[in-house]
Each structure stands twice: as C-alpha cells, then as structure tokens.
C-alpha cells in the first residue's frame, strides 16, 4: 500500500518568517495531495490541495508544490502568524477514495 | 450549512464494555469515512461506505470493530469488548461524491478512553 512520510515532525518559527513541511509517497499512480490543518483539539480542516496535473498551486501565504518524479510534496507557508500555530498532515490520494495521511508536523510560531 | 457531527464527544469505558460511536455526515454527502488517531500520531483509516455499503473493511483492526450506515447517512462504529490500545480519537469524514477524490470534511472526533 501507499507509505507516506512527513517531514520535519515539529517546526519552530518566529513570527513573519516562512515555513516549509515535506512529505514523500511511494506509489507513482498517486495523484491528489490534500494539506490539512488541525488545531488543538480541533477537527482537521483542508486548507490547499493540488492534483497530479499541476506542479504549484498557491492560495494567499499557503503554496504546494509537487514533484512528481522525485515523489514529494511541499506545503510552504509565508509571512507566518502565531494563528498559523497547528499540526499539518499531509495527504495522498490515488485512483480511488482512500487518503493516506503523514504522521503530522507540529508547527509553532513565536511572536 | 451544519457539518459533520459526532456524538458522544468524549467517552470513558471499562475494559470489556462495548462502544457506540455515531456520526452524522453532511446532508447529501454520499461517501463516508472512520478514521482513528492516536496521541501524536496521524490519521489511521478504518472504513470507507459508499452510499449504505463498505466496499473497504481494509483498516479495521480486529473483528471487534463494525460499523455501519443506514439510509445512506447516519453511521455508527461499533468496539466490542474494548481493550486499553482502543483509547483514540475517532474521527469521521464525508464526501461529496463517493468513489472519486473529493475533499473530505471532518467530524470533531469522539475521544475515546478505555480503563
């Protein structure tokens, strides 16, 4: 089945500086790569996914990119707040319905 | 519009008792998914319904875990003779379309903890 692998596992910024959360997979037929956001003791949200199509997408500080032949993805966050303070999962989709998630990246973000 | 909900929001069982988790997804949502996580961990798939049938058991751990969903909406997932290893979040998406890649909106989780 697909393994996906999420890096770094937690992830301290200062205020306004950029963040960056890589994941791998292994399958090559994958082809939707969601973000999720999850705040503490919250439910997970989607905030930006990409599909196999497109190599960047960006919405407002949030960006992905996806390198197809290399089998990694990419959620980078500029000009961060201490809103912006969650863990992110990382998701792949392939042919079917069924998401395989990272393991999460606590992210934390100083004023 | 309302979004999914989960009851009960937090559960505290003694080992061996059986366990209802319920989940209502969005209205007109016809795939539907249980997940479970861990403390520090990510989300586990358990179940996959498309309409009223599971077409994926794959990710339910043992046979003490079932669930089902009636009239193409509400579901619940059932743990029989919980052990202390079932203490977990149990978090319930749904889908727009089932059988496709479409975003999966989640439930706020039933925190499950098995003395």
């Known amino acids: 089945g697909e393994n996906v692998e999420q890096h770094p596992s937690t992830l301290s910024v200062q205020e306004g500086d950029s963040a960056v959360i890589k994941c791998t997979y292994s399958?090559?037929?994958?082809?939707?790569f969601p973000w999720y956001k999850q705040e503490l003791g919250k439910r997970p949200q989607l905030i930006i996914d990409i599909r196999s199509n497109v190599g960047e997408k960006k919405d407002q500080r949030i960006a992905v990119t996806l390198n197809k032949t290399a089998k990694h993805f990419s959620l980078h966050i500029t000009e961060t707040q201490p809103e912006d303070s969650a863990v992110y999962f990382c998701?792949?989709?392939?042919?079917?319905?069924?998401?395989?998630f990272g393991k999460g990246t606590l992210l934390t973000v100083n004023p | 519009g309302a979004g999914v909900s989960q009851s009960p929001s937090n559960k505290v069982t003694e080992k061996g008792k059986d366990v209802e988790l319920r989940c209502d997804p969005i209205?007109?949502?016809?795939?539907l998914y249980w997940y479970r996580q861990s403390l520090g961990q990510g989300l586990e798939f358990l179940i996959y319904?498309?309409?009223?049938?599971?077409?994926?058991k794959s990710g339910l751990p043992s046979d003490r875990f079932s669930a089902e969903r009636t009239g193409g909406s509400v579901s619940t997932l059932t743990i029989q003779r919980t052990q202390q290893e079932d203490s977990a979040v149990y978090l319930c998406a749904s889908s727009l379309v089932a059988g496709t890649q479409e975003t999966q909106y989640f439930g706020p989780g039933t925190r499950l903890l098995v003395l």
């Open positions: 399958d090559s037929a994958s082809n939707y």
């Open positions: 209205s007109g949502h016809t795939a």
């Open positions: 998701a792949v989709g392939g042919s079917n319905y069924k998401l395989t």
């Open positions: 319904f498309q309409g009223n049938s599971a077409p994926d």
